[in-house]
Antibody, heavy 126, light 108 residues
C-alpha cells in the first residue's frame, strides 16, 4: 500500500522560508507524478503544484515565483521550498499522488488524487 | 479555472438516513471528470469516487456518485456514525484541478 509522509513543517515569520519534504513507502516519489495540495485552517483544499516524472513542474498562480519543487533522487524524496512566505500561506500541506487520466485542451495533464500524506503544518505568523 | 459550488454547507442527519450532497461546476465537465473525497477531522482526504460514479477500492457501496455536465451528486445511503466528515468534490476536466468548498455531514 502506498503511504506518503511529509516533514519539515513549523512556525515561520512573514517573509521567511521553509522547506517541506515528501517521501513514500511502496512508491517512488522521484519516478512518478507527485503533487502538493494545501488546506488553510478551517478551509477547503487548494492545489499548489504538480511535478511530472520527466521533470516538468507547474505551480498555482498564488505561489509561482515563491515556491520551488525539486527532487532528491538519492533519498527518493520531493522538496517544496517555500520562500517569501505570507500569512495566507498558513496551511496544512499535503503531498498526493495524481492519478493521470488524460490531457486537457491546453495539453496539460488532468488527474484526481488517489493517495495523500498525513500533511505538514505550516504557520506563518509574527 | 473551473469553480465548483457545493451545497448545502452542512447536513445534520440521523443514522440510517440518506444524505444528498450537491456539486455544481461553472463549466461543462467533459467525460464527467469529477471526484469526491471524504475528510475526517485531523485526517487527510480519502478518495471516494472518480469519474463521477466509480467508487474507489474499498469504499462501501452506500456511497454512490452520479451526475453529468455541470451537476453532480454524492449520495450516502444508510448513514453510519463513521460517515461524519467533510466531503469535497474536485474537477479534473481542465487544469488546474479545483475543489469545491465542501459539505459537512453531521450524524445526530
Amino acid at each position: 500500500e502506498v503511504q506518503l509522509m511529509e516533514s519539515g513543517g513549523g512556525l515561520v515569520q512573514p517573509g521567511g522560508s521553509l522547506r517541506l519534504s515528501c517521501g513514500a513507502s511502496a512508491f517512488s516519489v522521484t519516478s512518478n507524478y507527485i503533487a502538493w495540495v494545501r488546506q488553510a485552517p478551517g478551509k477547503g483544499l487548494e492545489w499548489v503544484s504538480v511535478l511530472y516524472p520527466g521533470g516538468t513542474i507547474y505551480y498555482a498562480d498564488s505561489v509561482r515565483g515563491r515556491f520551488t519543487v525539486s527532487r532528491d533522487f538519492s533519498e527518493d524524496t520531493l522538496q517544496l521550498q517555500m520562500n517569501s512566505l505570507r500569512v495566507e500561506d498558513t496551511a496544512v500541506y499535503y503531498c498526493a499522488t495524481p492519478h493521470p487520466v488524460d490531457y486537457d485542451r491546453s495539453g496539460l495533464l488532468i488527474y484526481y488524487f488517489d493517495h495523500w500524506g498525513q500533511g505538514a503544518r505550516v504557520i506563518v505568523s509574527s | 479555472e473551473i469553480a465548483l459550488t457545493q451545497s448545502p454547507d452542512t447536513l445534520s442527519l440521523s443514522p440510517g438516513e440518506r444524505a444528498t450532497l450537491s456539486c455544481k461546476a461553472s463549466e461543462f465537465l467533459r467525460n464527467n471528470f469529477l471526484a469526491w473525497y471524504q475528510q475526517k477531522p485531523g485526517q487527510s482526504p480519502i478518495l471516494l469516487v472518480s469519474g463521477a460514479s466509480s467508487r474507489a477500492t474499498g469504499v462501501p457501496d452506500r456511497f454512490s456518485g452520479s451526475g453529468s455536465e455541470t451537476d453532480f451528486t454524492l449520495l450516502i445511503s444508510g448513514l453510519e456514525p463513521e460517515d461524519s466528515a467533510m466531503y469535497y468534490c474536485q474537477q479534473y476536466s481542465s487544469s488546474p484541478p479545483t475543489f469545491g468548498g465542501g459539505t459537512k455531514v453531521e450524524i445526530k
